[in-house]
């Protein structure tokens, strides 16, 4: 089940009811693209219309922030709980392990960190092959034969689960770009799943997850790259809420 937020359909599922549809949709063929949905993400699409439109026409968005959650409860939604694409890249590979037969393919991040991931599949769970990885250049924007080179790699070898780690909104608007040339099941988006299963980004504690503050001891890690999320994005995103609580979702910015 979904509901709108913001513009964006948001699934009120939990994590194991998530994964099980992910499951049942490998099974069955059929192509499923996941996103994950936080207050910046959700601010950044406002002006960025390609991303806005991947995000509408994802067909999995999972409630990646408290924010989402919150927002969720104000509008008097059914969102309970923070989905995290750590939980889906994780949950996965776990309900995937327990059959026989099952790929996935890791697309992002760098050499050093693929190779972490390589050996940790290879112990965690060893049932899911490695169909292959690939770490793309870093920069905003993919030539024509860059791109090529990418679709080749993963189509080469026609994995079940495709997962995406090359930071929004560049991965979510890379998939809804290529969606339809693309030999895989489940697209997935998971921004920083990779680092965190790798160990190369510490993820914060249960204790701060559980407070729904995981984001403040990253922040303090990695001020650099996140204090625009939390000290503008945030904002916005809690005054977007407020005034589509007060005005309906026809005064949307």
Sequence with gaps: MKERILNVNVVIDKSVEIIKGLVS????????????????????????????????KSDINIPDGQGVVLASKLFGGNVRERVTGSDIFNGLHQALNQKDGFSAFFLGSTEETLSIIRIKMAQDFPNVKIAGTYSPPFKEEFTGKEILAILDAVNNTNPDVLWVAMTAPKQEKWIYQNRDKLNARVIAAVGAAFDFYAGTVKRSSPFWQNLGLEWLPRLFCEPRRLWRRNFISTPIFI???????????KQRA
């Design 239 to 249: 005054y977007l809420v407020l005034k589509e609580k007060v005005m309906g979702p």
């Design 25 to 56: 949709s490998i099974e069955q063929k059929k192509k499923i693209i996941l996103s994950c949905i936080n207050p910046h993400s959700v601010v950044i699409s406002k002006n960025d219309k390609i991303f806005e439109e991947a995000l509408i």
